[in-house]
């Protein structure tokens, strides 16, 4: 097939937000780094590629129009499934000559989805080669569905994505960034490791990664942290990896990286960092959090929720006990944000009682600026989901086998059944947190006094709650 052939890449926007502004600050837009990556790969084979997002099946059609593309390609995520196959029914309606395929989460875990709406090739798995093999047609006509080895680190690291100038988090940054964040304008994602070694039984990613993490070379992520910094609105960047802590050594190298590109003046001294991850070594993680401070990192979102069917929340003291090292990280001048998950099967009333009384306590508030209460949604394709299926754990209103009912699998509406009312007891918890005495008066604030302003922030959007 010759190249310079058009490639229109779309990206369903579905707002979330069925939880009365609890957890407003997921409503807003972030690049999509997955698609951008699969645009980094057409466009190094010569491909012509144009990336836009989309509200509707209809609002796609006329974009598809102008285009004139000769294929149109689809990400999904499972809560945005039901958007992507009205689309691609849609576009292969009106362009039937159009090579449609779909990839991302939904298409590794229910594929048949968009293939029944129509769609010419679906991808399981990283999807960067498998494009470009239909692309260049050196695909089967017969083999709709292409199973995806995952990528080697080589490859990694010569893969960057298409980046879209203008896209992440920006006018809508959620109240702590709004403070952290020295000044308006777009928090840019990135990746340094692909991958997931975690068992959590509600989760895809463990499958999608065969439970493998493979690193990318320092020298690609400086190179990346350079293009990111010559963008003019960039304030921030994100590490999106799924645990930014493993391995540690990752972590700290990159940290050292930073800090090297900001004295040689390769990337900006003002630009600020934030990322995603479980809890690093306490043995180390005085010293390693202070030099992130000095890095630039602003804030960490731990992951403090059911994982290996283990209630973190409830752990010992010792040396699995995160809030020791959640602390380390605040008292370092970190702003920090705990992920906690509600309505969980292996969850009872007891762990709902004790639950309550940790999130509204003193130690708990000292050391955590902003929490994010999800209720517990299942994805297709992982344990929780089939034993939800077998157990009859699906509310009644909740259809698992229609796609309709995927745009619900957000986590802010509940889909399974549980002892307790999970909204009660989040909104009840959302109070304990950020209205305590404890809370409004913290110590923290007067020693980080950008804390006390994302505290504040936070205070006025979940005032009416």
Same mark, same amino acid.
């Given at each position: ?76 995520? !499972? #809560?945005? !499934? ?122 895809? !990613? ?23 910094? !010559? ?61 992130? @401070? ?57 762990? #709902? ?44 209103? @909740? ?16 889909? /399974? ?7 009660? /007891? ?7 947190? #950020?209205?305590?005495?404890? #809370? ?10 950008? /804390? ?14």
């Amino acid at each position: 097939m010759s190249k310079n052939k058009k490639v229109l890449l779309c990206v369903p926007f579905v707002p979330l937000g069925h939880s009365k502004g609890i957890n407003y600050q997921d409503a807003c837009g972030m690049e999509n780094l997955g698609i951008e990556y699969i645009g980094g790969a057409l466009k190094e084979i010569g491909a012509g590629v144009n990336i836009v997002t989309f509200f509707s099946e209809g609002d796609l059609i006329d974009v598809v129009k102008n285009a004139k593309p000769a294929f149109v390609g689809f990400t999904s995520l !499972s #809560y945005q !499934s039901p958007t992507v196959v009205k689309a691609i029914m849609l576009v292969k309606k009106q362009f039937p000559e159009i090579i449609a395929v779909a990839g991302g989460d939904h298409a590794s875990a229910k594929p048949k989805d968009f293939l029944d709406a129509g769609a010419d090739y679906v991808i399981k798995g990283e999807g960067e080669r498998a494009i470009q093999k239909i692309y260049s047609g050196e695909i089967n006509n017969d083999e709709k569905i292409i199973e995806c080895p995952l990528l080697t680190t080589e490859e990694l690291n010569k893969l960057f994505p298409l980046r879209m100038q203008g896209w992440g988090l920006k006018n809508d940054l959620r109240p702590v960034w709004q403070t952290l964040f020295e000044k308006q304008g777009v928090v840019y994602c990135i990746i340094s490791r692909r991958g997931c070694d975690r068992n959590c039984d509600f989760c895809n !990613s463990g499958e999608m990664w065969k439970k493998k993490i493979r690193l990318r070379s320092m020298e690609s992520i400086e190179k990346e942290l350079i293009d990111i910094s !010559s963008l003019s609105d960039a304030s921030g960047i994100c590490f999106v990896d799924l645990d930014f802590f493993v391995p540690i050594s990752q972590t700290e190298a990159i940290i050292d990286s930073i800090i090297k590109l900001k004295m040689l003046n390769k990337i900006r001294s003002n630009l600020k960092f934030a990322g995603l991850g479980s809890f690093p070594p306490l043995e180390k993680s005085e010293e390693f959090f202070s030099k992130m @401070f000095s890095s630039g990192f602003v804030e960490i979102s731990f992951g403090v929720e059911v994982v290996e069917e283990k209630q973190r929340l409830l752990l010992g003291k010792g040396k699995n006990n995160w809030m020791d090292i959640v602390r380390l990280a605040a008292n370092a001048g970190i702003g920090t944000r705990a992920f906690l998950m509600l309505g969980h099967p292996n969850q009872d009333e007891a762990y #709902y009682q004790k639950f309550l009384q940790v999130v509204g306590s003193k130690e708990f508030v000292e050391i955590c600026d902003t929490i994010r209460l999800s209720l517990c949604t299942p994805l297709p394709g992982t344990r929780l989901w089939q034993h939800c299926k077998e157990k009859n754990l699906f509310l009644p209103n @909740f259809d698992s086998e229609n796609v309709e009912h995927y745009s619900r699998l957000t986590t802010d509406e509940q889909v /399974i059944k549980a002892g307790v009312e999970p909204e009660k /007891i989040r909104e009840q918890a959302i109070k304990n947190f #950020y209205f305590s005495e404890y #809370y409004l008066n913290c110590e923290r604030t007067k020693k980080f006094p950008w /804390i006390k302003k994302s505290r504040e922030a936070m205070i006025g959007t979940l005032k009416n709650i």
